[in-house]
């Protein structure tokens, strides 16, 4: 049987890089873990270095790395270790993308009535072959009992991948982690505003303190004054989620660099150097508007405002969406025009994120047909877009040479689309005693 045991393994890392089935990958690993017992099991381990073993795990999907976990103690304390965790959310999408040269998109459809149901798709999108692009109705999309069962519960934006945890604003506000099917319902802030003022317009950033190990989640808020019904223009108030706690809390109105406006036209998730930010802009004495990006540190739990040259002319005739460019750890402005059948778009970036004199064009993308709007950006050089004629969902490969457009075969309607990169992580939205009753040892 210890015989065997090592020949599944390796026959498990084979295919693995093999790219065979999943089918057999999967039946490998029942006969793993049903027919092995927990005795040759660590006899097998005692032969095989402990570097050998997570290499080979860190291959497999999550789904798959759950069931590993009850194959035996030693395997449930690596797969469940910080950094097998951190080493499995790069090597296994890396690999990935390596072997099958397809990037998969989380797609959802936000709905026109709050009757209706938000449609999450999971889109394989592939880099060579437009013809092999296609939907999946993964089951580790399918949402918990008490979001089909209840009055619908929707979501009109899509945050994320950080480290493999999503977050969707809407009712309720909702963190997921879809490779291991688990959602979680934000509780909802209990914080008022300021006597005499209340709130109309808000705008969510998510992102992760390494430092505590911790998702954050912050919601910026809109300032009106009761007694006026006006606004008070460029002044905002912030609270901050916290995963760890569950619970919300006000942050210093101090901290907001204020006064500043935020666009609400660039909905593309820009998380970098653990930072979120959004588009703005500054108001001077005069009236004149100049483009500005508002900045929040998930670690220092603070604001910073970063002056953008002129890059673009009046806001009445250029759209400008954040994006970010993980390549070089810093975020890029994609500027296009509102009107028109054929767009080209600028790409202007910040060559040193923390130098706001660093901005420079980047390159420029020839006219294309059908843009209306950028859901997404990813790379440094893949732009999903919705398209002006049916609202379908379209992207753009850019090359110095080349540009590869192609049509991603989702339809929405009015402006309903949003994406994000759909990455494989084994983070947990559980917090404290998590795993205790998750091991079962095999005699």
Not at 136 to 158: A, M
Not at 370 to 385: A, D, E, L, M, R
Request: glycine residues 6%; contains cysteine; charged residues 20%.
């Amino acid at each position: 049987m210890l015989s065997i045991c090592f020949l599944l393994l390796f026959l498990l890392s084979f295919v693995i890089l093999t790219k065979k089935s999943k089918k057999i990958r999967s039946s490998m690993l029942t006969m793993l873990g049903v027919h092995g017992t927990k005795r040759e099991v660590l006899s097998m381990e005692q032969h095989l270095p402990q570097e050998l073993v997570s290499n080979i795990l860190s291959r497999l999907p999550a789904k798959d790395l759950v069931k590993c976990k009850r194959v035996c103690k030693s395997w449930f304390d690596l797969i469940t270790d910080y950094h097998f965790v951190t080493n499995h959310y790069v090597a296994y999408n890396n690999l990935m993308h390596y072997q099958s040269q397809e990037e998969q998109l989380l797609v959802i459809g936000r709905p026109f009535v709050s009757a209706l149901k938000t449609h999450i798709s999971l889109l394989s999108c592939n880099t060579n072959d437009p013809q092999k692009n296609h939907i999946s109705s993964s089951s580790l999309l399918n949402l918990p009992c008490e979001y089909n069962n209840s009055e619908h519960k929707y979501w009109s934006e899509i945050s994320g991948p950080c480290n493999g945890i999503y977050f969707l604003e809407g009712n309720p506000n909702v963190l997921m982690n879809p490779s291991l099917g688990q959602f979680k319902a934000l509780p909802k802030p209990h914080l008022s505003a300021s006597q005499g003022t209340y709130s109309l317009t808000e705008y969510s950033g998510f992102g992760f303190d390494p430092k505590t190990n911790d998702y954050k989640v912050v919601v910026i808020r809109d300032i009106w004054l009761k007694e006026t019904d006006e606004r008070k223009l460029g002044h905002w108030t912030a609270e901050l989620y916290s995963l760890n706690s569950n619970s919300w809390r006000k942050l210093d109105d101090a901290s907001l660099p204020l006064p500043i406006e935020i666009w609400g036209s660039s909905k593309v998730y820009t998380y970098v150097n653990n930072c979120c930010h959004w588009w703005g802009y500054d108001v001077d004495e005069s009236g004149a508007k100049e483009d500005a990006v508002l900045a929040f540190d998930m670690v220092n739990e603070s604001f910073r405002k970063i002056k953008v040259p002129r890059i673009r002319g009046s806001s009445k005739e250029e759209f400008a969406t954040l994006a970010p460019l993980k390549e070089s750890s810093t975020i890029a402005v994609v500027v296009y025009p509102l009107r028109g059948q054929e767009k080209s778009f600028d790409v202007w970036v910040m060559k040193d994120y923390w130098n706001e004199g660093s901005w420079v064009k980047q390159y420029t993308v020839e006219p294309i047909e059908t843009i209306y709007k950028f859901v997404g950006f990813y790379g440094s050089n893949q732009f999903p877009w919705s398209s002006s004629g049916n609202d379908g969902l379209v992207g753009c490969d850019y090359e110095p040479e080349s540009e590869k457009i192609k049509d991603l075969q989702v339809c929405g309607k009015n402006g309903s689309l949003r994406a994000a990169r759909y990455m494989e992580s084994l983070v947990s939205l559980k917090r404290g005693n998590e795993f205790s009753c998750q091991f079962v040892s095999r005699e």
